[in-house]
């Protein structure tokens, strides 16, 4: 996006490094979320997570450890899976997508229906995490990436016979789900691969 | 989380001197390592200077057949690259073995090598740390150390390196290439980081402001490299033990043998007594175990984390005997 980015340093520091001793702690952020801009001046602390949440409104990413360790924050960045909670708002300037932008006004995106129809979940924080993740795992399958359990030779997952309960297992171990219902979202991602 | 000031670099000579401008500054690119103990209170810089858009993300071959891997390429990327994965299958395999999808997603090839210990101690604020905060102590040499050092930690840190990505580079040979005010050098990548000693507040020979722009790699040496990790469940861990080797076996022989072992000290830790060992002779379990033992006679375990020792002697005898049957 073009119109996406930061600025901030740019009052803080001078052409041929001019030291201020009172550096600007807050910026100037546009961020493209779910096809709308926002337009925000933001603490520099500020994560990715607490500004969908705390400024936005978008409290469909969840806040679970805060560390990156359990998923829960998983939104799409540019397309790519991360973590929200450990992505500074300041530092992010490409396109947003979160559980929010997912479905296609009222059609649920094809993760979301299987979601449902599998009964992949029990309490269901755990969910929006699990559901933006599966999103970018299946297009990182698609595009031909390897996991920890691909054997080395061969090409990664691109064909949907390859992403076996094994490998979706592997590929989804950055979300955790305390309720357990891992055996049916695994079934409801390779429903939703095929 | 303490207040900072913040500076995106387009340019190297710009970060550089944003740094410089700012005291106590540090660099940030994937952030997964740096937000995480900034929110602990561990880091507290005053200024971040934003590295991940400067024009460090390419990988490719050099002239002499090897390659060369930009500091800011993400760890997803440098583990699916068709070259990396075909030429050092040890270091996409390392890669892979590493965190999650998501941080690897976001984490990059400087950062991976510049993250600091997980040594509970050092995360914790309210507790002593001589790599956080010198001088202080070390509990961990009486206290939690299961997952910490077996091999040259000191009496004043038994913290291990946690990166899986810096274990295959070390048997790789990787150079590992910084750029400063005073210009450009080179560092082995097993001399990148340092052993504890009486300053564990210094993980690696980096000097303040210098800049890690990329890694590069000889053209492969062993006919075969591997990357093998122990840990406490199958996936999202950091290592217990792991091993990475390449191997070269010709006529029955070890024509080549690089051997290097994580989870187990302040630093990727190469093996070369075990190298030593096998060289010439011949490639069998025997010679493998004879080797692993010659290095592994160098370990010092604490109380609770000798279980290491013969874990790093199984698991590397397994990859030397895998790797001496591929075809």
Redesign the interface.
């Known amino acids: 996006m073009d119109d996406a980015g ?1 600025t ?3 009052r ?2 001078r052409e ?5 001793r009172h ?3 807050t ?1 100037f952020v546009s961020l493209r979320i779910n096809g709308n801009t926002h337009e925000l001046r933001l ?3 500020t ?1 990715l997570l607490d500004t969908l949440r705390e400024h936005l409104d978008l409290t469909g990413a969840k806040k679970g450890c ?3 360790q359990c ?1 829960a924050c ?1 939104v799409l960045v540019g397309g ?4 929200s909670c ?3 708002a ?2 992010c300037d490409e396109p947003v997508t979160t559980i929010e932008g997912l479905a296609d006004h009222d059609r649920l995106h094809p993760l979301q229906e299987a979601f449902v129809a599998r009964d992949a979940l029990q309490c269901g924080y755990c969910t929006p995490g699990q559901i933006c ?1 599966a999103v ?2 299946l297009d ?1 399958a698609a ?6 359990v ?1 054997p ?1 030779g061969r090409p ?1 997952a691109g064909d949907p016979e390859l992403l076996t309960p094994e490998e979706i ?7 955790i789900c305390r309720c357990g219902a891992y055996a049916n979202i695994v079934d409801a991602i390779q429903e939703a691969a095929r | 989380m303490k207040p900072f000031g913040y500076l995106r670099a387009d340019r190297t000579d710009q970060a550089l001197a944003a740094y410089a401008a700012h005291p106590g500054a540090q660099y940030v690119a994937g952030g997964t390592n740096l937000v995480d103990l900034m929110k602990l209170g561990v880091a507290t810089p005053p200024f971040l200077v934003d590295i991940s858009r400067l024009p460090l993300d390419g990988v490719d071959e050099t002239a002499d057949g090897g390659l060369r891997i930009g500091a800011t390429v993400r760890n997803s990327d440098l583990a699916a690259h068709p070259l990396v994965r075909t030429r050092y299958t040890a270091l996409s395999q390392a890669l892979l073995a590493g965190a999650s999808a998501q941080l690897r997603n976001a984490a990059t090839t400087g950062g991976n090598l510049l993250q600091r210990t997980r040594c509970p101690y050092f995360q914790d604020t309210s507790k002593p740390c001589n790599k956080r905060a010198p001088g202080t102590g070390c509990p961990a040499r009486e206290g939690v150390h299961r997952d910490l050092a077996v091999l040259g930690h000191s009496a004043r840190c038994v913290a291990t390196h946690p990166s899986d990505m810096a274990v295959a580079l070390a048997a790789l040979d990787a150079q590992v290439h910084l750029l400063g005010l005073d210009g450009e050098r080179t560092v082995p990548l097993t001399e990148f980081h340092r052993l504890p000693g009486d300053t564990p507040e210094h993980d690696t020979v980096v000097r303040p402001g210098e800049l890690v722009t990329a890694v590069t790699l000889p053209p492969p040496a062993g006919a075969h490299s591997a990357y093998r990790k122990a840990r406490d469940r199958a996936s999202y861990a950091f290592a217990l033990v792991s091993v990475a080797a390449a191997l070269t076996v010709e006529e029955g022989a070890v024509r080549h043998a690089a051997l290097a072992f994580g989870g187990v000290a302040h630093a990727p830790w190469r093996a070369r007594a075990a190298e030593e060992v096998l060289r010439g002779e011949p490639a069998t379990e025997e010679t493998y175990a004879r080797a692993v033992d010659a290095e592994l006679a160098a370990a010092d375990p604490l109380r609770d984390n000798a279980f290491k020792v013969p874990l790093a002697r199984g698991l590397a005898v397994r990859v030397l005997t895998d790797l001496a049957f591929r075809p």
């Open positions: 930061a901030s340093g740019s803080t520091f041929g490094g001019t030291e201020e550096p600007d702690p910026s603490d520099n602390r994560t805060d560390h990156g998923g998983t790519r899976r991360i973590n450990l992505v500074l300041v530092t993740s970018a795992m990182e595009a031909g990436h390897p996991s920890h691909t080395p990664g297992r592997e590929r989804m171990s950055g979300n």
